[in-house]
């Protein structure tokens, strides 16, 4: 069964509306969340790490004031995309990892599909 | 972090085995070796991890050469349903601590052929 869900698993939005994705992690603590993007026929890209209870750590070339990541306790973080833009429109991945994640691995959401309008 | 190589495509009969192929020569001593799939339009899936041991699990089997420099994915009897793209990271650690990011390459795309 899943380890780590993501909701909506899809959403359409329209330009300049902002629209949140949920993580979650199931049956453990996950005290790192990592969030990525992809884009058609290319690799995932990590965006920003989040830990809980502290502020997410952004990647070069990703706007920490147009993604914006909350990781306020130990089984949720979200993804906020603001003023979302047509160019944002992308598959959005995250993962986690903590203490009790079986086989102490890093598991993945299913995955949200983010189409601007 | 260590950068891995992959070949970016493979073919396999269905039924065979599939070995995939992975090179991450400057793996640093304490990083692991990781493989996951990604089948289209879903989030990645955990195949199997190792450090320097070979490693067998349901899914997989994964050698480690004695050096850590390269490794190798082996589906034992490749199905319609193992098709995708299939990805080999190493672990790195962030200089302020806590859990290690992980970092994509490009990937194998597995097609596996009836």
């Known amino acids: 069964g899943a380890v780590v869900s993501q909701h909506p698993s899809w959403v359409i939005c329209k330009s300049g509306t902002s629209v949140k994705i949920e993580c979650r992690s199931l049956?453990?603590?996950?005290?790192?969340m990592f969030w990525y993007r992809q884009f058609p026929k290319q690799s995932l890209m990590l965006m920003a790490t989040s830990n809980e209870g502290s502020k997410a750590t952004y990647e070069q070339g990703v706007e920490k004031d147009k993604f914006l990541i909350n990781h306020a306790s130990l089984t949720l973080s979200t993804l906020t995309v603001t003023s979302a833009h047509p160019e944002d429109s992308s598959f959005y991945i995250c993962s986690a990892h903590g203490q009790g994640s079986p086989g102490n691995t890093i598991y993945f959401g299913e995955g949200s599909w983010l189409t601007v309008v | 972090d260590a950068k891995t190589t992959q070949p970016p495509s493979m073919d396999c009969a269905e039924g065979r085995a599939a070995n995939l192929p992975c090179n991450h020569s400057?793996?640093?001593?304490?990083?692991?070796v990781y493989w996951y799939r990604q089948i289209h339009s879903q989030g990645p899936q955990y195949i199997i991890h190792?450090?320097?041991n070979n490693e067998t699990n349901e899914m997989a089997s994964l050698i480690i050469t004695e050096d850590r420099k390269s490794s190798t994915l082996i589906l034992p009897h490749a199905t319609l349903r193992d098709t995708a793209v299939y990805y080999c990271i190493v672990r790195v650690y962030p200089i302020s601590g806590g859990y290690q990011k992980v970092t994509f390459g490009t990937g194998t795309k597995l097609q596996v052929i009836p």
């Open positions: 190792g450090l320097k």
């Open positions: 400057t793996i640093s001593g304490n990083e692991y």
């Open positions: 049956d453990f603590q996950a005290t790192t």
